[in-house]
């Protein structure tokens, strides 16, 4: 069983940047794929990135050109670097093992909260 813990959020102004990490233990890290999804209040959890176990990556069109996942396979841990942050990026952003590039397969952890002032 894989476990995930996100770090990295806070408050930026609107055109600032972020760097979240997901720190896993358990399983064989080069082996599967990881997502980022976010909630924001009121609205269901959404898709935002997703990095495969050969570096390949998806972005929803919604950060695409803002958003870049990376992973360090030596460190077991997965990045999301935003930029160019917008007030409607607020949420808590979670991580989770992917299939399908964009289906959660894993339990839901804490999240780390993301708030962009306008």
């Known amino acids: 069983q894989v476990q995930l813990v996100e770090s990295g959020g806070g408050l930026v102004q609107a055109g600032g940047s972020l760097r979240l990490s997901c720190a896993a233990s358990g399983g064989t890290f080069n082996t599967y794929s990881l997502g980022w999804f976010r909630q924001a209040p009121g609205k269901a959890r959404e898709f935002v990135a997703t990095?495969?176990?050969?570096?390949?990556?998806y972005y929803a069109d919604s950060v695409k050109g803002r958003f870049t996942i990376s992973r360090d396979n030596a460190k077991n841990t997965v990045y999301l670097q935003m930029n160019m942050l917008r007030p409607e990026d607020t949420a808590v952003y979670y991580c989770?093992?992917?299939?399908?590039?964009?289906?959660?397969?894993?339990?839901w952890g804490q999240g780390t909260q993301v708030t962009v002032s306008s």
């Open positions: 989770n093992t992917v299939v399908h590039v964009d289906r959660a397969t894993g339990s």
């Open positions: 990095i495969g176990w050969s570096g390949n990556t």
